[in-house]
């Protein structure tokens, strides 16, 4: 019996060693776990976020899944005839909004695992959506006549004698400084014009005329076309996410060519991506290739997008202005430095006198505001803004808003505008919002649960290993204090002496002896019990057998 006593307690300390060391383990990993967590589910995320055709972005990158919609306002002008009377004020009532459902797509993609950049273009399907307009593509518009503008503007530059043939060109063809067209023509269908027919005809300009269009529209061949945006190349983030969608080029030039210095660069955001954003506050740059130029947009508050956290950077008066209020925007001014809230742009324009504003002189100098009637800059309706979930660099919602002013002035040896003011004339503002979908939103979600998940779970796994490390001692030690207890309650009398439980050689002898132990109790008890009742009982001194002996006694009154 000793040895299985002995082979019991080897097989327990075995098994305990085996748990402890298991436990150990466990803690160890857990606390590794708690430690490295958040590198590892960066680095996952790294490697799902990273442009390439295998990730789970590229689909959603490719062809966005949110539902696209252009909304278009145009600026019809009610009183052209008292253009010329220096005391009116250009009257103008928008129309609209013509709402057209965008289709994006990226098209002739091409990957450069070398400088991790990838190469596209852009190319639009647009579909009028007639419920969601406020009005028909058949509805009359009168605007100031781009064309002629643009080619008086261009004509300012020549010699007198070039310009002689333009403004002849605009007496023989009867041009008039406005026009009425329909909506349809003034979009996407485009018209026809004398001047361009001629301009393209006429060697005699040589290469001062750039004529792109058969026709006039401003979106012209847009639709379906993948040429008029450009070729962009971005960084897809696969040596360093925060670069993620970041431009790299356009064009295939690090610098536009179209703004000097550092305003010409080739930089900041192609829409889709930010960097991660840890903290609120800062800037983030949108390229926009309608004006070949980066437009920075400051972070003013955080808000809530589906159920997201996101920040919000909205486009305030740093972004529009040409240096009078930001010296460091010097460089926009692009050769016509105009007080402060739009954005010279004719060079990336073909030279035409076209300046980009938010919407009805939003964020812009009062000195355009006062110019014509019938706008009212409203935060609600015409702030340009971004929404941006900080650990990602998601855009959750977007709503790009711009208007497009062309300069009417004075040009000397052009007849139709010799007596007319200098005014920044409203032509026509479009916006385009989006919102990320529920669906995005809830994977999106995921993201910091996966994260809080996994220290929860290196956490469970330090308890436990501690419980399991701790396991076999506590266990002993229990077991100890329960062989103690038991030692001091089944103590045995033999010849004087006590022997503990375990001095006995087998079990069966211990339960012997316990046994006797319990029936000798019992009897001493039921002998006692009536002599105590009666006389108490008085222990006299040991006798010569080594053994008390109890008596009664009587007192001595008896």
């Known amino acids: 019996m000793p040895r299985q006593n002995s082979a019991l307690w080897r097989q327990r300390s075995k098994r305990g060693l085996l748990i402890g060391i298991f436990g150990f383990c466990l803690g160890l990993f857990g606390v590794a776990c708690g430690m490295f967590w958040e590198d590892i589910f960066n680095w996952i995320k790294h ?9 789970r972005v590229f689909e959603n990158w490719k062809t966005p899944p949110m539902e696209l919609h252009l909304d278009i306002y145009m600026f019809n002008w009610t009183n052209p005839e008292d253009f010329g009377n220096l005391s009116t004020k250009p009257i103008l009532q928008q129309l609209g909004p013509y709402r057209f459902v965008d289709r994006p797509d990226k098209v002739n993609i091409s990957w450069h695992p070398a400088n991790h950049t990838v190469s596209y273009k852009r190319r639009s399907y647009y579909y009028f959506d007639a419920e969601g307009s406020a009005g028909s593509l058949d509805d009359a518009v009168t605007t100031l006549n781009a064309v002629t503008l643009s080619a008086a503007a261009t004509a300012k530059h020549w010699s007198p004698v070039k310009r002689n043939f333009v403004d002849t060109g605009l007496k023989i063809y009867s041009r008039e400084i406005a026009v009425t067209k329909s909506v349809d023509e003034m979009l996407f269908t485009g018209y026809s014009d004398v001047m361009i027919d001629a301009a393209m005809a006429l060697p ?20 379906g076309s993948a040429d008029l945006t450009g070729v962009f190349n971005v960084f897809t983030g696969a040596d360093e996410l925060a670069k993620l969608g970041q431009l790299h080029s356009w064009n295939y030039q690090t610098h536009t060519g179209f703004f000097d210095s550092y305003c010409g660069l080739a930089n900041g955001s192609a829409g889709e991506f930010q960097p991660p954003q840890p903290q609120p506050g ?3 740059g949108l390229f926009t290739p309608d004006m070949c130029r980066t437009l920075r947009l400051d972070y003013e508050q955080t808000v ?19 240096g009078s209020i930001y010296p460091e925007n010097l460089c926009f001014c692009g050769g016509e430095c105009v007080p402060s809230g739009v954005m010279n742009v004719s060079a990336c324009r073909f030279d035409s006198p076209v300046f980009m504003s938010y919407p009805h002189f939003y964020n812009a100098d009062p000195f355009y505001l006062g110019q014509v009637e019938g706008l009212a800059p409203d935060r609600e309706q015409h702030e340009f803004y971004m929404v941006v979930e900080p650990r990602t660099g998601i855009p959750l919602e977007v709503a790009a808003r711009f208007q497009v002013n062309m300069l009417v002035e004075p040009i000397d040896g052009i007849e139709l505008y010799t007596d007319v003011p200098r005014i920044f004339f409203p032509l026509i503002w479009f916006e385009q919002k989006v919102r990320i979908t529920p669906e995005l939103a809830d994977q999106l979600k995921l993201l910091p649960l996966v994260l809080l998940a996994g ?8 308890a436990v290993g501690i419980v399991l490390l701790c396991w076999a001692p506590v266990q002993r030690l229990l077991s100890a204090c329960r062989s103690r207890r038991y030692d001091v309650k089944m103590q045995h009398k033999s010849n004087g002496q006590y022997r503990s439980r375990s001095q006995f050689s087998s079990a069966e002898e211990l339960k012997s002896k316990a046994s006797t132990l319990l029936c000798e109790e019992s009897a001493g008890k039921s002998l006692l019990e009536p002599a105590s009742r009666s006389k ?23």
């Open 536 to 558: 108490p009982a008085t222990l006299l001194p040991k006798s010569q057998t080594g053994e008390s002996v109890a008596t009664t006694t009587t007192p001595l009154s008896e």
């Open 282 to 284: 800062g800037s983030v």
């Open 455 to 462: 220290h929860i779970f290196a956490g469970l796994c330090v």
């Open 304 to 322: 809530q997008i589906e159920g997201l956290q996101g920040y919000k950077f909205t486009g305030g008066p740093r972004s529009v202005d040409n």
């Open 47 to 55: 490697k799902e976020m990273a442009l390439a055709p295998d990730t």
């Open 204 to 223: 005699i300009f040589g290469d001062d005329v750039k004529v792109p269009f058969d026709k006039f529209g401003w979106f012209y061949t847009r639709n």
